[in-house]
């Protein structure tokens, strides 16, 4: 079975300063690895995904992830955060065209 | 790229009152959709996998004849709260798979039972 952890549930963080948003996954098969972002009172937005290919991925809004098979890590990146990157950020991970499995979230919060 | 639809996007009943919940895939066939819910603060449940044309499978703890699916084409599934109670309210978000491995997300319906 497959399951994800977000550590940090709370990261904030000063406007224009770089973030990590931690994420592991636990899987014995390969799996496919997803960040979304979700504004209050929408739905989820596809941020990146990995699903071969080149380890580091890069996303919408100048995020990025790096893929990390050996440490069951699939960390999320931006190296300088607005004040409208303030949401809630989903890890999740999945087999070919089965559900979804979603890490219980982060909030960012970016401070001026 | 895919987009998936919801409606109605909010949503506020009575108690005991049923509603009907559809998802939708605009620009693809999708033969699975799933269906969340989400707690205020709390990250997305699976709820119910969702098959065109056969019976939807449930995850442990769902109640399916509370949370009846219906997968009744490639572009459309319905999920009907039956006698609906404020324990319910919650934010129901469904996805929708095409030929792949990504799942494209609905913008959610806001549920509140009064």
């Known amino acids: 079975a497959q399951s994800v952890t977000q550590l940090d549930s709370q990261v904030p963080v000063f406007e224009e300063a770089p973030v990590e948003l931690r994420c592991n996954y636990s899987s014995s098969v390969s799996v496919y690895l997803f960040w979304y972002v979700q504004y209050p009172n929408q739905g989820l937005q596809l941020l990146l995904k990995y699903l071969s290919g080149s380890t580091l991925v890069k996303g919408i809004n100048g995020f990025e992830a790096e893929f990390n098979k050996s440490q069951t890590s699939f960390h999320l990146r931006k190296p300088s955060v607005h004040i409208s990157d303030t949401a809630e950020y989903f890890c999740a991970v999945s087999r070919a065209g089965n559900q979804f499995y979603f890490g219980t979230g982060t909030s960012l919060t970016v401070i001026p | ?114």
């Open chain 2, 1 to 114: 790229g895919a987009v998936v639809s919801q409606h109605p996007s909010w949503v506020i009943c009575k108690s005991g009152t049923s509603v009907k919940i559809e998802c939708r895939s605009l620009d693809f066939q999708a033969t699975t959709m799933f269906w969340y819910r989400q707690f205020p603060k709390q990250s997305l449940m699976l709820m119910a996998t969702s098959n065109e044309g056969s019976k939807a499978t449930y995850e442990q703890g769902v109640e399916k004849d509370k949370f009846l699916i219906n997968h009744a084409s490639l572009t459309l599934s319905t999920l009907t709260v039956t006698s609906a109670h404020p324990e319910d309210s919650s934010f129901y978000i469904c996805s929708a798979v095409p030929l792949g491995n990504e799942q494209f997300f609905g913008p959610g319906t806001r549920l509140t039972v009064l």
